[in-house]
């Protein structure tokens, strides 16, 4: 495990001004247990709530009740989301603001040619504006957000990606934190989302049981897979293509 963490290369808290001044009642972390993420360093963002690092849940989402339990075999395994994306086979295009430097662009196609590599059902173009996909600017200390499909199918359709806190880091690691952030859109939870120090360090987390669409991936391991592209932290400089374990989940699931 790299000894440099990127605070979370996928998203870690918002500006003091917004993640500390503006607490979360103890409803809201309440619905957020109830969902199935973790309800610990839960942070304000923009579209709702920021949780488990990178992950955005909205206001409307907080009332929801998935009726799939939540199957716990391990604690670092593949694992999805009760939604995906319908209506296969399907290009899913994905456009990059202007505001970005070319260095994203090239690491954007770099994560779009890691999935279209895999011949799956599913495949991603990029595109000058519009995309079902866009990524667009963050702020804040937070790296990048994503959700997950809607309940019609469609994949997630925005990632912010902060520039300024993600800095200068390599092209593939940039690609990495894209391809994970396109992970969450298309249905994929964490690889380690049952036990975050995993790969962030710090104290295990247990969520508890509840209902919530976190369900296994069939034949992805019950042990622990240290360099799964779906990993909540990476190290600083750190690349992570697909290993054998995600591609067979993404061959499972599109």
Request: charged share 15%; proline share 5%.
């Amino acid at each position: 495990m790299p000894v440099a963490v990127l605070c979370l290369l996928f998203a870690c808290k918002k500006d003091a001004a917004v993640n500390q001044a503006t607490p979360v009642s103890d409803k809201v972390l309440q619905q957020i247990h109830e969902l199935g993420f973790s309800n610990k360093d839960v942070v304000v963002h923009e579209d709702g709530y920021l949780v488990e690092g990178d992950i955005v849940i909205t206001e409307k989402e907080l009332g929801t009740k998935p009726a799939i339990q939540l199957l716990r075999i391990g604690g670092e395994e593949q694992y999805r989301t009760t939604n995906l994306v319908k209506g296969l086979p399907r290009v899913i295009t994905v456009s990059i603001s202007s505001d970005f430097a070319s260095s994203y662009v090239s690491a954007l196609d770099l994560a779009i040619s890691r999935y279209n590599a895999e011949t799956l059902s599913i495949t991603f173009q990029r595109v000058a504006t519009g995309g079902n996909i866009s990524i667009v600017k963050g702020n804040g200390n937070y790296l990048a957000s994503a959700g997950f499909p809607t309940s019609s199918g469609s994949p997630y359709s925005q990632i912010k990606l902060n520039s300024r806190a993600v800095g200068n880091q390599p092209r593939g690691t940039v690609a990495s934190i894209i391809a994970h952030e396109m992970g969450h859109c298309i249905g994929f939870r964490h690889t380690d989302y049952m036990n975050r120090s995993y790969s962030c360090g710090g104290s295990p987390t247990n969520e508890g049981a509840s209902t919530v669409g976190a369900i296994l991936i069939d034949g992805t391991p019950a042990g622990p897979d240290p360099n799964s592209w779906m990993l909540s932290c990476i190290g600083s400089g750190q690349d992570r293509p697909f290993n054998n374990n995600d591609k067979k989940a993404l061959d499972v699931l599109y």
